[in-house]
């Protein structure tokens, strides 16, 4: 089973999102499962301080290396497998196929931060890969381990019921989703492309991935350029 732990100062953020909707009935199900830890729980002093002022002077806090090194201790003792992930703006861009990747392995443990990041050394103590969703900052890593999950639970076996429904979408096989259409046949004067309703099954492939080219060339260009990517969708 797909084991998730989040270290946080805010567990109950959690499930949030993911307690509803495909990750929610999966979790209920059993096919993974989330534990969201309190990093305050591993600190030391009485008024269980997580933080301090940064070496060197500066504006706002950073997060202790010894508390968050017994936090992680705590959720992934000597022996478990899973990849320990650092939500960061400075990370490494997540997308599909990391999300693919994690989904493939044991489970994932994440830490999210907070104020002005976490101490350097514990990046490298622990083996922490930082892991970005985007470029802007947001007030902790909450959302984006949020973000990360849903993206990777939503692949394991079983959770979503139509396989194909994942094969066919945006990053996929390195383009964005061709455009989708659904009843009535004509909504304000536009119908339905009519190669939709052939019932060709080839003519509908060929116009969806010559779609999803078309689309991926105008918004996000710079996927086409990836060496990696494979536009067989057969």
């Keep these: 089973m797909f084991r998730a732990s989040v270290l946080t100062i805010f567990p109950e ?6 307690g509803l909707s495909l990750a929610g009935r999966a979790l209920n199900d059993g096919l993974w499962s989330l534990e969201a830890r309190d990093i305050r729980a591993s600190a030391t002093d009485k008024h269980r301080s997580v933080d301090d002022s940064p070496a060197g002077g500066g504006a706002g806090m950073v997060m202790r290396a010894d508390v968050l090194a017994a936090a992680i201790d705590a959720a992934s003792p000597a022996g478990d497998r899973r990849p320990r992930l650092l939500m960061s703006p400075r ?29 350097e050394r514990l990046i490298a103590a622990r083996g922490l890969e930082e892991v970005s969703v985007g470029d802007y900052v947001l007030s902790g890593g909450e959302i984006a381990a949020l973000t990360v999950l849903d993206a990777t639970v939503r692949l394991l076996p079983g959770v979503m019921g139509n396989v194909q429904s994942g094969e066919s979408e945006s990053f996929a096989e390195g383009l964005l989703e061709y455009p989708q259409y659904t009843r009535p046949q004509i909504f304000e004067g536009q119908a339905i492309p009519e190669v939709l309703l052939s019932g060709d099954h080839k003519k509908i492939a060929d116009w969806r991935l010559a779609e999803a080219r ?21």
């Design 13 to 18: 953020m959690f499930p949030g999102p993911l």
């Design 91 to 119: 990370g490494r861009p997540f997308d599909q196929a990391r999300a693919a990747a994690l989904a493939e392995g044991p489970g994932v443990v994440i830490l999210a931060g907070r104020f002005e990041g976490v101490d």
């Design 214 to 234: 078309r689309i991926t060339a105008e918004r996000r260009p710079d996927l086409l350029i990836r060496p990696e990517r494979s536009e067989s969708r057969d």
